[in-house]
């Protein structure tokens, strides 16, 4: 979805969705949604008691992702 469309979604400014993915993109260490979307693949496919490895060597939390990306049929 591009940021408008998140925007719009969330009831939110467009600006703060790109803060938000930002601030995403930052502590992933990803730089674009591509990166991102290969990080989050990766992770979907490791075993339930595993987690990604850091970026960069720091720790990061477990992604979590609710259940609204499913029903608003992103993809």
Do not use: W, Y
Request: charged content about 15%.
């Amino acid at each position: 979805m591009s940021n408008k469309e998140v925007a719009r979604l969330l009831g939110i400014t467009e600006r703060t969705v790109k803060a938000h993915l930002g601030a995403i993109f930052e502590k992933l260490g990803v730089r674009d949604r591509l990166q991102l979307a290969l990080r989050v693949g990766a992770a979907a496919t490791l075993p339930a008691d595993s987690a990604p490895a850091p970026a960069s060597g720091a720790s990061s939390p477990a992604l979590s992702f609710g259940p609204m990306a499913l029903a608003a049929g992103a993809a």
